[in-house]
């Protein structure tokens, strides 16, 4: 079997995945949410970290918990949770960004008994003089705090090796990802999303072997004509089946700012320095941001512009979930900016199901847009 | 159910509320026309640091918020304003009518026409939207914008790290200003803000009494000069005074509003446009007694098992504050003995919810569930699946806060009517809902 169907198998099996990754080492599995926990010190003490994604169902759940009004990835998230599909949890993490994922986190953690949940500040402001030490800080307490749960001391040696693992594979990815580059890209963004996906919901050594063998396939592999190349941007987004919806209809999708992509593996290598913890935080702070993390200097808007140049971008979809604020923030200005460039734009507000009629409509009137700019 | 009827009295105090809040937005116009520092943003977390400043003023992120809120239309207009910008609906609504006053030109013009540009923006980030906001009205109005980070996590590092901000800060400011920051007015400011604090916490504490002194629309109002001047003089003497009425109006049994058949929690925000549903109750002679967003303000010892107790005066410690350093760690320290209402903080709001309608002596009450506010829903329904678990009747309606489009006065007034009635309430001759007598 080749490696990409292998991935893809996984990320449609990833409950079943994580039990029996459990059985094979009996091991503990923790849930975390949004892509500022440093899954590296989870892997060094022994746990698989797995990403929480939602279903993409109607709802009917939820609401006892959390309003109607949270966003689909939350209350898809959390329909998940009630329905038991997570039930082989024992850990919660959340590195706080959003209050919606906070929500789902300590209901989670109050209506399931679970074994341990704990959640820590990460800098808003990112870019200031003092982010980094008090990061650091909390890392060392979050380390602190697994290893009370566990009853075993992380090890420098061992954490060090889990570092150089993380760090191979987000540049095997990185490598996945500029092969977009080329005029014929020898793999899809959904089929990207589902690299990424994999990676964020099984053993990372595993997933580094599939990514290896998937580099090594992938030359030659052709995906159909496509009529526009296109970014994606936009809120918490693991909905495989809206960027193959969108590809469908001849949009390849080349590259991303989504935190189930490029956000999550971008910003280059840990450096193995000797305060590990800190080379640790100084990564996580000088990746891609979320809006919510892009403030005071805005570094979002230069790497997205660098990222349609490099991967030349004709057309920008910007996938809002429905009530997500801070990308709701940040949507005008982006998208000033992209007119600015003369990228043509659309706006899709996506939600736990999708209107498929009308959404065909829009990306259909958006290609023909596109293919009538570039000819 | 208490039947008892207690003598009531117009607050004495309330007067010189009114009169502080109308100096608040007139002193940023003065301060501009004499050249003096005006910033926009939401300090209050921090309003002790900005006192190093001076003279200075600060209309929020603009100065019509409550006059755009009395009127509908106005505020319609501001919101679609922000809508045809590009914003969704599904932005905190109190941040959209000052982003509307952005974008109609309003938020830096005074009532008689001049326009200020502030020297910059000045954000804690306990709340998420006001971070973005400040963003955006710094690239907005080409100012440069002062964020402080402020953990939700009261741990020596995020001490540490607020401290480290605010005194490079200060250098900042001085920069961007071209002023001297004053060291001899932090210390005093920070001094005032422990004790306002303070007293703030003391006067909420004997809303706890039957009968109480107030019910929540007065200290809806009462706790307004904390919002946005606590840190001044006459922010103290107006608690000082308030603080005597209170324990006078406790001594004497003087009540809120004359009966307290049952007493209500109302957690969440109310719609601003339509403050008078807090005294709804009235009708039925019950009032509503606690909010969690009033001990948003006020100095408090929170215990784990959710009880609020009066923190600390100053005094008593021990922390010295004889320079620019001490007071800044004095400030922090404050700012992390706050009631919880932060965005971050709700991981114990569904027992605190219980411990302080217990507390309170409460036997039912109101959840408003706000779309126009992210931060404050977290946790909401847990706190009310907590307070039902305890036996607490709890009755629920829809709103956004600032957004008048997201209502149905007849809806919830029918929807309210029909919870106190399901609690044996019926309503009483003579108690009749007044208009709200104060602003928002």
């Not at chain 1, 808003?124 to 979050?142: I, Q, T």
């Not at chain 1, 230069?302 to 979930?321: A, H, K, N, S």
């Not at chain 2, 306002?196 to 039957?210: C, S, Y």
């Not at chain 2, 569904?350 to 507390?359: C, G, I």
Request: with cysteine; proline share 5%.
């Amino acid at each position: 079997m080749d490696a990409l169907t292998k991935l893809q198998n996984i990320v449609a099996n990833r409950h079943e995945y994580a039990q029996n990754w459990k059985r094979r080492n009996n091991g503990k599995v923790a849930g975390v949410f949004c892509i500022y926990v440093p899954e590296e010190i989870l892997h060094a003490l022994g746990i698989l970290s797995v990403r929480v994604f939602g279903s993409r169902e109607p709802d009917d759940v939820t609401e006892p918990y959390i309003t109607s009004w949270w966003c689909a990835h939350c209350r898809g998230s959390m329909a998940e949770v009630l329905k038991g599909k997570y039930s082989y949890i024992e850990g919660l993490v959340y590195a706080v960004s959003c209050p919606h994922i906070f929500q789902v986190y300590n209901s989670w953690a109050r209506q399931k008994g679970i074994e341990y949940a704990y959640d820590f500040s990460v800098p808003e402001n990112s870019c200031n003089n003092f982010a980094l030490d008090f990061l650091s800080a909390e890392f060392g307490d979050f380390a602190h705090s697994v290893e009370a749960w566990l009853g075993k001391k992380l090890d420098k040696e061992v954490f060090s090796q889990s570092v150089e693992l993380f760090n191979r594979n987000r540049q095997l990815l990185e490598e996945i990802y500029a092969l977009r580059k080329s005029d014929n890209p020898p793999i899809s963004g959904s089929e990207s999303m589902e690299v990424v996906m994999a990676g964020m919901s099984m053993d990372k050594a595993e997933h580094t072997q599939l990514l290896q063998q998937l580099l090594a396939e992938l030359p030659g592999r052709a995906v159909p004509h496509h009529r526009a190349r296109l970014m994606l941007l936009g809120s918490e987004n693991d909905d495989v089946g809206m960027v193959k919806f969108i590809e469908s209809y001849g949009g390849l999708v080349v590259t991303d700012d989504l935190c189930v992509g490029s956000r999550y593996f971008g910003g280059g290598p840990i450096a193995l320095d000797s305060d590990l913890l800190k080379a640790t935080a100084t990564r996580y702070l000088n990746r891609p941001h979320c809006p919510q993390k892009d403030i005071v200097e805005r570094r979002r808007i230069p790497r997205i512009l660098q990222q349609i140049q490099d991967y030349r971008v004709q057309g920008v979809i910007y996938l809002l979930e429905k009530f997500c604020e801070p990308h709701a923030y940040d949507l005008p200005t982006i998208k000033a900016e992209l007119d600015k460039k003369g990228i043509t734009f659309l706006i899709l507000e996506t939600d736990l199901t999708t209107p498929v009629g009308q959404f065909r409509t829009r990306v259909e009137a958006f290609m023909d847009l596109i293919e009538a700019k570039v000819s | 159910m208490n039947n008892t009827k207690y003598e009531t009295k117009p607050i004495e105090i309330w007067p010189k509320m009114k009169e502080l809040r109308r100096w608040h937005f007139k002193h940023t116009w003065e301060t501009a026309a004499k050249g003096g520092t005006v910033i926009m943003g939401m300090p209050e977390a921090l309003l002790g640091f900005l006192a190093g400043l001076g003279d200075y003023a600060y209309p929020s992120y603009g100065p019509y918020f409550t006059r755009m809120i009395k009127d509908v239309s106005a505020t319609i207009e501001c919101l679609e304003t922000v809508e045809a910008h590009g914003h969704t609906k599904d932005m905190c609504s109190v941040m959209r009518v000052y982003i509307g006053q952005l974008y109609m030109g309003l938020a830096t013009k005074s009532p008689q026409g001049s326009t200020i540009k502030p020297k910059f923006i000045f954000q804690v980030t306990n709340c998420h939207t006001m971070a973005q906001t400040g963003q955006l009205f710094s690239d907005y109005l080409g100012i440069p914008y002062l964020s402080i980070d402020l953990p939700y996590k009261s741990t020596p590092q995020a001490r540490k790290y607020v401290v480290n901000q605010l005194l490079e800060g200060i250098e900042w400011m001085e920069k961007v200003t071209g002023k001297k920051y004053d060291d001899e007015k932090l210390i005093e400011g920070v001094k005032t803000e422990w004790k306002v604090e303070w007293l703030w916490a003391a006067i909420q504490m004997q809303t706890q009494n039957i009968p109480s002194p107030y019910d929540l629309r007065n200290t809806w109002s009462l706790r307004m000069p904390l919002l946005s001047m606590r840190e001044r003089p006459e922010t103290l003497q107006y608690l000082e005074a308030l603080y005597d009425e209170t324990k006078w109006r406790v001594a004497n049994q003087i009540s809120a509003r004359g009966m307290e058949r049952m007493r209500l929690f109302f957690e969440g925000f109310p719609p601003y446009y339509y403050i008078q549903i807090l005294k709804q109750p009235e009708q039925y002679g019950c009032i509503y007694v606690i909010n969690e967003n009033n001990l948003g303000h006020g100095l408090w010892d929170i215990r784990p098992d959710g009880t609020y107790l009066v923190g600390q005066p100053l005094e008593k410690t021990g922390l010295p504050i004889r320079n620019r350093e001490e007071a800044i760690e004095a400030e922090v320290e404050l700012a992390f003995h706050r009631g919880r209402t932060s965005t971050w903080y709700s991981a114990p709001r569904h027992h605190e919810v219980v411990k302080r309608a217990k507390d309170w002596k409460c036997e039912a009450g109101v959840i408003a569930l706000d779309r126009g506010c992210h931060g404050y829903q977290v946790s909401i329904m847990e706190s009310k699946k907590a307070l039902q678990e305890a036996g607490f009747p709890v009755g629920t309606f829809e709103h956004s806060q600032s957004d008048p489009r997201e209502f149905s006065e007849a809806q919830t007034v029918d929807r309210m009517e029909s919870f106190f009635e399901s609690l044996g309430l019926e309503k009483l001759a003579g108690c009749g809902p007044e208009k709200a007598e104060a602003d928002e």
